[in-house]
């Protein structure tokens, strides 16, 4: 699995990546007149996912770096697909990441009246005409990678016919696909973009910002292009999708001898393994309810992520590690998770939860005792201290932590075998109560040792395993979901011809866990706060407390598979050397 990560970040020291070592260059050189401007400029038809926060953090980041500026700006040009809830979620997510545009937010809607006057003036310098072909005719006559394109039979119309025909298209006059304005270049051209590209089309539809001013809105490549002028852009940085489509950008601007004329440099998207990063599919998922909605914690974008406990510390880290390449690669997701684990191992808060409750009574242990031992609250941070955890008679451990006949290997709870209670005593299993019907255990009974107390282990006396735990009349209900990856297949969209990339969706990728037994401590929690279960993993408090009491999401597991791959690949390496 390729993976463009380079590790020498992690020390602190940034090396140049080639869009840096450009824009160094440049800024040496004093082009632009010493100026670095750039842009993150998405489209509002769908929430961020993990590859708009590799953009975002490089199109902030290198502005940050080298003391230059960054907008954010909406290209909002087509109506059809967007909506006012997509913008204010773009605009949390690049603020929950870390980044200000301060008084730079823009909209390309901004620039509309601008923009139809540059589409008035390509008409009159004969290098754009209304085409009145059917959206189907334009793509037969548009040709293929081997066969040229063939020029339309309206190609030819005069500027004064065609400057009659787009002032009419402005005031309504045609329905919705009777023609569009295409730029005039190359019929014949290898690169399919400069076959005469559409620049405006007509959409008789309400505009979230101009209302019914417009009825015809221009394309992607004509707006974006230009909006970046407007704003004073230095480098249009963008993914690799965007290179063909670099002549045109270039084109666009100098038919109309722009003022300011941007470099745009192309560079590799994140791809995640086990995961969909194309905001047309996972609309997809949405519509077709296959998770909860955008923010679902399986879901890749920023706010499923956040949901889920990602911090954008974090991310950050992930996407600084990653690096800016060249060339198209995958990233595996046990990256993603490394630098999430690493990151809340220092923040997070220990607790103890049972998420699968058994119920353990201490024979010897009086009644009506309870007693407040002392617990760490992170042993990586001294500074956040300690808290009282309440011991009592009858508590709760994992099922999972007891077997009736134990396999080879197996060091925790067992009859007559002695176990540690974090934090707490030595117990021993002396009884298993089952339930009558079902022969199912409900309860074990056991004994512990006073001269254990706090887990230290007497002199000669040796346990194999420490155990979490609750106090059965101190802890609280809460439910629990555990999270796996969303699809079953580490590239869902490679063998589509296989079937709907849906198909891979994996079955098992929720589990809810509605009986699950916290420690009391976490009764002050709040929406959003991380903790680590100890020996469980990391959870974070679900927006869906509110209503339903207690809910955790896990964010991630403990066991960190990025760290054994890492180890595997340096010990290969060895072996060759």
């Known amino acids: 699995m390729n993976s463009s990560h380079n590790h020498n970040r992690e020390s602190g020291k940034r090396s140049l990546d080639f869009i840096r070592t450009i824009i160094a260059e440049d800024l040496k050189n004093n082009k632009n007149s010493g100026r670095l401007h750039t842009r993150f400029p998405p489209e509002p038809n769908g929430f961020l996912h993990i590859g708009h926060a590799k953009a975002i953090c490089l199109n902030f980041g290198v502005a940050s770096e080298f003391g230059g500026l960054c907008n954010l700006r909406l290209d909002d040009t087509n109506p059809s697909k967007e909506d006012v809830s997509y913008i204010e979620s773009i605009k949390e997510d690049v603020s929950w990441l870390g980044f200000d545009w301060q008084d730079r937010l823009f909209y390309a809607s901004d620039y509309f009246d601008r923009l139809y006057e540059y589409a008035l003036e390509l008409i009159k310098k004969g290098k754009a005409y209304v085409d009145s ?22 190609r030819n119309r005069s500027v004064e016919e065609n400057l009659d025909l787009f002032r009419r298209m402005r005031n309504a006059e045609f329905d919705d696909g009777a023609c569009v304005l295409r730029a005039k270049i190359d019929m014949g051209s290898s690169n399919l973009s400069m076959r005469d590209p559409t620049l405006y089309r007509i959409r008789h539809m309400v505009h979230h910002r101009t209302g019914e001013k417009w009825c015809i809105y221009p394309m992607y490549d004509f707006a974006h292009c230009l909006s970046d002028s407007i704003e004073g852009i230095t480098h249009s940085l963008c993914t690799l999708e965007f290179e063909n489509n670099r002549p045109l950008y270039d084109w666009i601007l100098n038919q109309l001898d722009a003022q300011c004329h941007p470099q745009q440099i192309e560079f590799a998207r994140l791809n995640l393994t086990y995961t969909i990063l194309s905001k047309r599919k996972l609309l997809e998922l949405v519509e077709s309810k296959s998770v909860s909605g955008w923010d679902d914690p399986r879901m890749p974008t920023l706010s499923g992520l956040r949901r889920r406990g990602f911090t954008p510390e974090a991310i950050r880290n992930f996407c600084q590690l990653i690096g800016v390449a ?7 997701i046990a990256l993603l998770e490394h630098c999430l684990r690493g990151d809340l191992n220092i923040r997070a808060q220990r607790v103890m939860a049972v998420l699968r409750p058994l119920k353990v009574v201490i024979m010897n242990y009086p009644e009506d005792k309870t007693e ?3 617990a760490v609250n992170n042993p990586e941070d001294p500074e956040m201290g300690t808290r009282k955890v309440p011991f009592t008679r009858e508590l709760y451990i994992e099922r999972d932590d007891f077997r009736q006949d134990p396999p080879k290997n197996f060091y925790r709870l067992s009859p007559g075998r002695e176990v540690r209670l974090r934090y707490a005593y030595f117990i021993k299993c002396e009884e298993v109560i089952r339930d009558g019907s079902t022969a199912e255990i409900t309860e074990l009974r056991c004994t512990y040792d006073p001269a254990t107390k706090g887990g230290d282990s007497p002199e000669g006396r040796k346990v194999k395993a420490t155990l979490h735990w609750v106090s059965a009349p101190h802890s609280i209900k809460a439910e629990v979901r555990l999270y796996e990856y969303l699809f079953t297949k580490e590239n869902p969209m490679q063998s589509k011809e296989e079937g709907d990339f849906k198909d891979y969706l994996n079955p098992k990728s929720l589990e809810i866990l509605k009986s699950c037994r916290v420690e009391p401590f976490l009764s ?24 339903k009491g207690l809910v955790f999401n896990r964010t991630v597991s403990l066991r960190d598979t990025w760290a054994k791959i890492q180890k595997a690949e340096k010990k290969a390496s060895s072996r060759v050397s």
């Open 133 to 154: 072909l059917s959206a189907d005719e334009i793509r037969q006559y548009r040709g293929t990678l081997t066969e040229p394109g063939k020029e339309s039979p309206y």
């Open 372 to 374: 407040e031992l002392k």
């Open 524 to 547: 002050s929690a709040c929406v959003g706060g991380k903790y680590q279960f100890e020996r469980l993993g990391y959870f974070c408090v679900d927006p869906d407390s509110f209503k």
């Open 326 to 332: 060249k060339f198209n690669s995958t990233v595996d």
